[in-house]
């Protein structure tokens, strides 16, 4: 019924590219942050702590192991009561940092697995040159890391463009919210086809870069 | 390493603090002005709109926060024009409702903010005391009525703010003529809205049987691909859909009986539970605004803004 998928298109497509452009905005802030706060919780997590290291993965578990669009609920409505100093945060600032936060969780998980995986005779060989164990883990064992984990957080950066479109729950203005926009047009089913076909390009196109990269950081191995 | 981490989270909040626009927060510790976004709804000019005498005793609670503050914060969910709609910038919010919001507000002599949301998550952002007044087309009902402080209805006599009706297959309009036609059939409502009391209070009775959707959109896909008989909304919705369809979809003769409401016929608002002092002024504001036909102005200005048919 109404206008075809093409017309609506035609006619609205600047809606759609704001819409784009802000779930790309939301997910680099998510995936540029979280990977931040990944480290940090990856060190956490990994702490010969054993106190520490089970504060770390009740973090990683309770965020991967619960919906994002329930984080964001309970980020948008509870943290400014919980934690009165938090107020001043915005909609959308809570939005991206219920992303932020989740982003982390995954991110930890991946420089966990690629901190493991380099190789114990570098550590081991670092502190028997006299380096500190912190001294060691940023200049000989992150580097190796970062650049065996760079595919795995492009993939998280691309899985994390399609999370954001919870953010349309609350009106941020990223690619599905257009939807709302267009609903107020009368017009219902056109742009969930152009919203899919939207995200499909983008991940796909996105895919490839990620496969072009891998194989030119593979070529210095 | 730890001071790296310290900067690299310090980075982490400026940032956060720096990016989006306006948004909530709690009224106290942030400044009116700087909150205001300049949208529709806002510039609604009430000056040539009668408005009432309050009387405003000890205000508490709620109430007392928007007078102190001097700003009131509603909550809507604007996928419903002409009653609540965003334009494609996605921050100039308008409609009927809207505009009483500002009436209210200007009544009250305080600055309006609107907070938009999806409507599942409106009455949650009054409970949790995110905002201060839901305004999103909600109809009154027990159970809501126990959860929540619900002012009186508001409606529109004279023009098509008041019809309410379902959306039906254009080939089975004649099928429908009264309630009990819909014995049987499956008829969608939006959760939580007006349309869904109707239906459970006039058509359920009757045998029909209820599918609840989230959103009003939702509910056109459903009737659209056959998964409900027929989507109950306003007669003005009902009749804009119905001229972009096609010739697939059409109003129904049916209109749902509003008289058996009383007092709470039409659309209310609602509070936090307890916030006896604001519905209280609430209620003397839409007394005056039904005795006097003031919605009926504003639906008529709503409906025009929109570009939708009147039902008159």
């Not at chain 1, 075809?4 to 905005?25: A, D, M, R, S």
């Not at chain 1, 706060?37 to 973090?59: H, P, Q």
């Not at chain 1, 965020?63 to 609920?73: A, E, H, I, K, N």
């Not at chain 2, 109950?232 to 697939?248: M, P």
Request: hydrophobic fraction near 45%.
């Amino acid at each position: 019924m109404g206008p075809g998928i093409i017309e609506v298109f035609l006619q609205y497509w600047p809606l759609f590219l704001n819409g784009l452009i802000g779930t790309l905005k939301y997910a680099f802030i998510a995936v540029l942050f979280g990977s931040m706060l990944g480290i940090v919780v990856a060190i956490i997590n990994m702490s010969k702590n054993k106190i520490v290291s089970t504060i770390g993965s009740i973090y990683v578990n309770v965020l991967r192991g619960t919906p994002l669009l329930v984080q964001m609920y309970i980020a948008y409505f509870f943290i400014p009561m919980a934690v009165p100093a938090l107020s001043f945060l915005s909609k959308e600032q809570c939005v991206i940092l219920s992303l932020i936060l989740n982003s982390s969780a995954y991110v930890s998980e991946i420089f966990r697995s690629g901190i493991n995986a380099v190789d114990k005779g570098q550590t081991e060989a670092a502190r028997s040159l006299g380096m500190s164990a912190s001294h060691t883990m940023q200049k000989i064992i992150l580097p190796q890391a970062v650049k065996n984990i760079l595919p795995a957080l492009a993939n998280e950066y691309i899985a994390m463009i399609k999370e954001t479109s919870l953010a349309g729950t609350f009106m941020l203005y990223e690619l599905m919210y257009t939807r709302t926009l267009l609903a107020n047009k009368f017009l219902v089913w056109q742009p969930l086809f152009i919203i899919a076909g939207i995200y499909l390009v983008v991940t796909m196109v996105l895919s490839a870069l990620v496969r072009a990269m891998e194989k030119r950081l593979s070529v210095s191995d | 390493m730890f001071k790296k981490v310290m900067n690299t989270m310090m980075a982490a909040a400026m940032v956060l603090a720096m990016t989006g626009c306006s948004g909530s927060g709690t009224p106290s510790n942030t400044p009116a002005a700087e909150k205001i976004v300049p949208v529709s709804a806002f510039e609604y000019d009430t000056s040539n709109i009668k408005k009432p005498e309050i009387t405003i005793r000890n205000p508490t609670g709620v109430l007392k926060d928007i007078l102190d503050n001097g700003v009131i914060i509603v909550a809507t969910a604007p996928d419903n024009p002409p009653y609540e709609w965003v334009y494609e910038d996605g921050t100039t919010l308008t409609g009927s409702e809207l505009y009483l919001a500002k009436y209210i507000a200007d009544i009250l002599g305080v600055e309006l903010q609107i907070e938009q949301m999806d409507f599942n998550a409106v009455l949650t952002s009054v409970d949790t005391g995110k905002t201060q007044l839901a305004m999103a087309g909600f109809g009154w009902k027990k159970d809501r009525d126990e959860n929540f402080q619900l002012s009186k209805g508001y409606h529109s006599s004279t023009s098509g703010a008041s019809c309410h009706s379902l959306l039906v297959p254009a080939d089975k309009v004649d099928d429908y003529k009264t309630f009990a036609d819909f014995a049987g059939k499956t008829v969608a409502a939006q959760a939580s809205s007006l349309h869904q009391m109707y239906v459970e209070d006039q058509l359920i009775p009757e045998g029909a049987e209820m599918e609840l959707v989230a959103g009003f959109d939702q509910g056109v896909l459903n009737l659209t691909s056959g998964k409900v008989d027929a989507l109950a909304t306003s007669c003005s919705v009902a009749l804009q859909y119905a001229d972009q369809s096609n010739g697939q979809i059409a109003k129904s003769t049916v209109e749902f009986d509003l008289s058996m409401y009383g007092a709470y016929e039409g659309t209310v608002v609602a509070a936090k539970k307890g916030e006896e002092s604001l519905i209280e002024v609430i209620n003397q504001i839409l007394e005056f605004v039904n005795e006097n036909a003031i919605y009926d102005i504003m639906y008529k200005q709503a409906l025009d803004e929109a570009g939708m048919i009147d039902v008159q």
